[in-house]
């Protein structure tokens, strides 16, 4: 996040020369590698989003969270980058005004926290898709997933509205430098986006993949069972009346008029009724839509989830690390280089996933084919 990019004072960026990256010839090259990233990021998330919109067999549940994914990558392309880029072809040196640097800090901070929070409603969702015995219709599981992406984006926001509400607006601030004025809040945003989320999220996902695999094995023994020829024919032979039973006493020794027994009248009873029978059957018919369904097609999509996350980790871990570090330590010597490669490296993510979505789920990858095969 840009705005996590604090800086001690505007020496350390001006240098002699307004020389944060060193030679000119890198702020070029930061210029140009800004343009490419913004265009891949643009490009291929406004693909994930088309291809869901468009086409039915991606329509799951985990794709509703792919696209607010994709999403927050896309405003950020449209909305942090391009000033990102700025700053950096321009040395780290703010040239805007501040109540524009204080808007891209606050979007900044909420599109990487959005990012890393539809990550883990993710978790929630499949957790309980996975592990509560309930048959949602569809319009209970949209419901569901635009509740949780509804909370998602809003939690995000409220991380983030300390900068646009005015916590920037410090006696002395130096307009040459964009950042965040106050460490302590750099600390508290990074423990709510990232440290605090991430354990969340990696207990969920492994909760949620080891009771989709036991969820799998017991489906898969039940699939056995059924092939099997004599398990096939157990559940399918109706019930046999009971043997017929005469009472009271012993069998007659004779042969005598129907209905007649020297000891009396005889009753005959067939166990078991046949009334009762009928009733025991109907609760068995109804069990089975109370089981929570998990089609091939999401289990697909949810192939690709450890994946992204641990895209996700890499790629903003070190980000985190060392602001925080920063922020701790204002004395700590860490160059500004490694303060710019490792914000790049956050920003590379959100290029990552579409890349991901291509070679590890193969309808997203027939329909971003077709797609290019039209354009092209």
């Not at 949209?142 to 509740?147: H, K």
């Not at 029978?277 to 929570?292: D, E, M, T, V």
Request: charged share 15%; net charge positive; hydrophobic share 45%.
């Amino acid at each position: 996040m840009l705005g996590n990019r604090s800086f001690p004072n505007a020496s350390e960026l001006l240098g002699n020369s307004r020389g944060g990256l060193g030679a000119p010839e890198l702020h070029v090259g930061a210029l140009v590698g800004g343009v490419l990233l913004m265009v891949t990021v643009l490009a291929g998330n406004a693909l994930v989003c088309v291809s869901v919109a468009a086409e039915r067999a991606l329509q799951t549940p985990t794709n509703f969270f792919i696209v607010s994914l994709a999403a927050a990558d896309l405003l950020l392309a449209l909305l942090v980058l391009p000033l990102f880029v700025y700053s950096e072809y321009q040395g780290g040196v703010w040239a805007l005004s501040t109540v524009l640097c204080d808007a891209l800090m606050t979007m900044d901070v909420m599109l990487c926290t959005a990012s890393i929070f539809n990550l883990c409603a993710i978790g929630v969702d499949r957790f309980i898709a996975v592990s509560v015995p309930l048959n949602y219709s569809r319009q209970q599981l949209g419901r569901r997933q635009l509740a949780l992406i509804a909370t998602v984006w809003g939690l995000a926001f409220a991380v983030a509205s300390p900068v646009l509400f005015g916590l920037n607006d410090v006696p002395g601030r130096n307009p040459a430098v964009c950042q965040l004025e106050s460490r302590n809040y750099v600390v508290y945003s990074s423990v709510c986006s990232f440290f605090l989320p991430c354990p969340l999220m990696l207990v969920l996902y492994c909760a949620m993949f080891r009771r989709l695999r036991t969820w799998e094995e017991a489906r898969r023994a039940k699939l056995r069972r059924s092939m099997c020829p004599g398990a096939a024919r157990r559940p399918s032979r109706p019930a046999q009346p009971g043997p017929r039973r005469r009472f009271p006493g012993p069998e007659p020794e004779g042969p005598g008029p129907a209905g007649y027994s020297p000891h009396g009248p005889i009753q005959t009873v067939s166990y078991p009724p046949q009334p009762q029978a009928l009733p025991q059957a109907l609760p068995s018919a109804r069990a089975p839509r109370k089981r929570a369904k998990i089609t091939g097609r999401e289990r697909k999509a949810m192939r690709v989830l450890p994946v992204v996350v641990g895209a996700f980790l890499v790629c903003w871990t070190p980000f985190f690390v060392v602001h925080v570090t920063r922020a701790l330590c204002p004395a700590c010597p860490i160059p500004r280089r490694l303060v710019s490669i490792v914000t790049w490296l956050g920003y590379v993510n959100s290029a990552l996933n579409p890349v991901i979505y291509t070679v590890f789920n193969t309808e997203f990858r027939t329909f971003f084919r077709r797609a290019l095969g039209l354009l092209c």
